[in-house]
């Protein structure tokens, strides 16, 4: 009889033999600029850990007080059961963080941009993406099922001539979705032109501000968390983000927009009352 998994070995070879199979490494330490991984000490240059909220004495106290409180996880996911007071509090401090109605936290900016474009956008529509967008972007404008087109890196003239020339394709709605801080080299998209782009022509902007939530701009917080804005260009600019010292994800907006990212059918979500 065959071996019918013998293919995956032999592409993880192949993986490992062109130097593309990722090891993935195991901390024995808290965050901090100095880790111990895989057993021997290290100096740390890949942490969201910014603002070093990880092991904040008074996050460690929340986190205790929600332990004693709620025991070690709610048992469900959100949209079965496991929606706790505290998620709905969170959420509530993060919309006022943000100036804005509402906002929904996801586990991940991976679980963000899965949940939060497939509520923007579908088939019948277009996403105009910065060709250097994070890749959980990209995989979440293909499940969205949106016609996908690339424009130059952090260039909004080309963004500008690359919309003149799909105007006459009939989407129904457009998408501008920009990294904030580009997670691989660090530069920041000129959100103020990308703006001026999308307001003039009345579509929606989207930015996952990452790795720049909290730590550029006016807000100054803490970060870690990957926050997103996103916003109807005619009416406001909004973004979205990951702020904290954990691993999470939340999308700002009104309180329709946060529902929408949660509540269509085969997304992940979680209801909002
Ligand atoms: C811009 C951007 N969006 C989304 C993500 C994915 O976030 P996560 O690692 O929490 O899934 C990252 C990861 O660093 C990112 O840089």
Request: a neutral charge; glycine letters at 10%.
């Amino acid at each position: 009889m065959t071996d019918k998994t013998q293919w995956i070995h032999d592409e993880l070879e192949g993986l490992r033999q062109s130097g593309l199979f990722n090891t993935i490494r195991t901390l024995g330490s808290p965050q901090g600029a100095w880790l111990v991984v895989d057993g021997q000490r290290v100096l740390n240059f890949c942490s969201n850990n910014y603002l070093g909220l990880a092991n904040h004495p008074r996050l460690i106290e929340a986190a205790r007080r929600a332990l004693d409180a709620y025991g070690v996880g709610p048992a469900a996911v959100r949209s079965i059961a496991g929606t706790t007071e505290p998620h709905l509090e969170l959420e509530r401090r993060l919309a006022a963080f943000k100036g804005v109605e509402a906002a929904i936290t996801f586990q991940s900016g991976f679980n963000a941009n899965l949940g939060t474009i497939p509520a923007l956008v579908g088939k019948e529509d277009v996403i105009y993406s910065d060709e250097l967008n994070h890749a959980s972007i990209i995989d979440g404008s293909r499940l969205a099922g949106a016609t996908i087109v690339r424009y130059g890196h952090a260039d909004p003239e080309d963004l500008a001539r690359t919309i003149e020339a799909n105007r006459d394709k009939g989407y129904r709605r457009s998408l501008i979705i920009t990294d904030g801080v580009f997670s691989m080299d660090g530069d920041v998209a000129p959100l103020d032109r990308i703006y001026d782009v999308a307001r003039r022509h009345d579509f929606l902007l989207m930015v996952d501000d990452a790795h720049g939530e909290a730590c550029s701009g006016a807000a100054g917080a803490a970060s870690s968390i990957t926050s997103v804005c996103m916003a109807r260009s005619t009416s406001r600019s909004g973004r979205y983000r990951k702020p904290s010292a954990s691993s999470a994800a939340w999308p700002p907006g009104s309180r329709s927009s946060s529902t929408g990212c949660v509540s269509a059918p085969g997304r992940s979500c979680f209801p909002r009352p």
